[in-house]
């Protein structure tokens, strides 16, 4: 079946635009989330939601991220006003249903550039 | 808080030879542990996982890692290298294996395998 998918593949943007950055779920994934990878370092937490709800958004590093799932499936990660320290691969993962063991799928994810 | 230390960023090895990524980890509470494996422009695939039944865990593609508490280690190895192979590993832990805000995954800074023909 299909993975989890993220838009677009490739982001440049100028300092002080804002971005959005479209993630897609396995279909029935209760759980999404989304991580940051600067170049040379691991990924690191963002924020997670279990169906619509943002459980937990401790890893979002300023009040210029958000991010949203409304409907509890497709997500969007929201950046207002880049800036040069946002550069970094944005990276989205999902996993089934809470309760059970689980296992996170990753995206592709979003390389994003802001010159 | 939980933390992974990854042991050299870069690893080379001959094609056939033993593969060895070190992990380091630390945690207050009764760890799950993982390694992915991340190929170029690509995400990250899980190679295998931690989850307290059995000290010694096989992934695919022929990798293993022991996980010894003594150590706090979770070392990756595979006894024969392919060119295959090639791509950068992630060890990562996490405070729950269950799902919840608890799932969240905290990795190492990665360690990149050459593999030499």
């Known amino acids: 079946g299909a993975g989890v998918s993220q838009s677009p593949r490739y982001k440049v943007a100028k300092r002080g635009q804002d971005v959005a950055l479209r993630c897609d779920p396995i279909?029935?994934?209760?759980?999404l989330f989304w991580y940051q990878q600067a170049l040379g370092q691991g990924p690191e937490f963002l924020t997670y939601?279990?169906?619509?709800?943002?459980?937990?958004k401790s890893g979002l590093p300023s009040d210029r991220f958000f991010a949203e799932r409304p409907e509890g499936s497709v997500s969007t990660l929201k950046i207002q006003r880049t800036q040069q320290e946002d550069s970094a691969v944005y990276l989205c993962?999902?996993?089934?249903?809470?309760?059970?063991?689980?296992?996170?799928?990753f995206g592709p994810g979003t390389r994003l550039l802001v010159l | 808080a939980q933390s992974v230390t990854q042991l050299g960023s870069h690893v080379s090895v001959s094609e056939g030879a033993l593969v060895l990524l070190r992990c380091n980890y630390s945690?207050?509470?009764?760890?799950?542990l993982f390694w992915y494996v991340q190929y170029p422009n690509q995400g990250l695939q899980l190679l295998l996982k931690?989850?307290?039944?059995?000290?010694l865990v096989k992934g695919i593609n022929g990798f293993e890692a022991e996980f010894k508490k003594s150590e706090t280690s979770f070392h990756l190895t595979k006894p024969s290298a392919h060119m295959s192979d090639a791509a950068e590993y992630f060890c990562?832990?996490?405070?729950?294996?269950?799902?919840?805000?608890?799932?969240?995954?905290?990795f190492g800074k990665g360690t990149k395998l050459s593999v030499k023909p």
């Open positions: 945690s207050s509470v009764p760890p799950y």
């Open positions: 939601f279990q169906n619509e709800a943002q459980l937990d």
């Open positions: 279909s029935g994934h209760v759980s």
């Open positions: 931690y989850t307290s039944a059995a000290t």
């Open positions: 990562a832990v996490s405070r729950s294996g269950y799902g919840g805000s608890q799932g969240n995954l905290i």
């Open positions: 993962a999902s996993s089934g249903s809470v309760g059970g063991w689980q296992t996170q799928y």
